[in-house]
């Protein structure tokens, strides 16, 4: 069974940096794209970055201007996303998302960010 | 860059009647790169439909979808209770990135 959890939200200062984490189990994780894709309150879901199955590619939505950076560790099964510069634009439901095709295919629970004062 | 349109913004039926959900994008976008999402309130999306008609493990048959060109659509044939969520259009572009509508939430009458 594919399981996909993210860690490390929570509320954060404007200005401020987070890095959430992502740990996978069920499938070969290294031979996978992957992503995070995040949803604002009540907004529908918007992606956030992409990195290839080996790391050696990586895209970024337009709207970050270089503020997030996305990482992996295909030993230990995990992805990353470090978050500076946060504003309250960045509020959202941050989710990790594995490529399935053109879609994506699995999605785990999310982690909450919160940036306020 | 695509835009994708969902269309109604809220679409209200009742149990057992056929819901018809559209999704219109900007510009001509390639059929095997549009997908279809659910979402329940405190959920993630689940994929529904890949392809722009096929459905994906596990989705029950009367989800289907189709469409070509700028224009899709995911019926659902007759609406059971589970069915009531937020429906999501998305398409694959190049640079790798997903492109989401802005959604279709389908509520009972």
């Known amino acids: 069974e594919v399981q996909v959890v993210e860690s490390g939200g929570g509320l954060v200062k404007p200005g401020g940096s987070l890095r959430l984490s992502c740990i996978v189990s069920g499938f070969t994780f290294s031979s996978y794209s992957m992503n995070w894709v995040r949803q604002a309150p009540g907004k529908g879901p918007e992606w956030v970055a992409s990195i290839s199955a080996s790391g050696g590619y990586i895209y970024y939505a337009d709207s970050l201007r270089g503020r997030f950076t996305i990482s992996r560790d295909n030993a230990k099964n995990s992805l990353f996303l470090q978050m500076n510069s946060l504003t309250a634009e960045d509020t959202a439901v941050y989710y990790c998302?594995?490529?399935?095709?053109?879609?994506?295919?699995?999605w785990g629970q999310g982690t909450l960010v919160t940036v306020s004062s | 860059e695509i835009v994708l349109t969902q269309s109604p913004g809220t679409l209200s039926l009742s149990l057992g009647e056929r819901a018809t959900l559209s999704c219109r994008a900007s510009q001509s976008v390639i059929s095997s790169y549009l997908a279809w999402y659910q979402q329940k309130p405190g959920q993630a999306p689940r994929l529904l439909i890949y392809?722009?008609?096929s459905r994906a493990t596990g989705v029950p048959d009367r989800f289907s979808g189709s469409g070509s060109g700028t224009d899709f659509t995911l019926t659902i044939s007759r609406l059971e209770p589970e069915d009531f969520a937020v429906y999501y259009c998305?398409?694959?572009?190049?640079?790798?990135?997903?492109?989401f509508g802005q959604g279709t939430q389908l509520e009972i009458k």
């Open positions: 392809g722009a008609s």
């Open positions: 998305q398409q694959f572009d190049s640079p790798p990135r997903y492109i």
């Open positions: 998302a594995r490529e399935a095709g053109a879609t994506l295919g699995y």
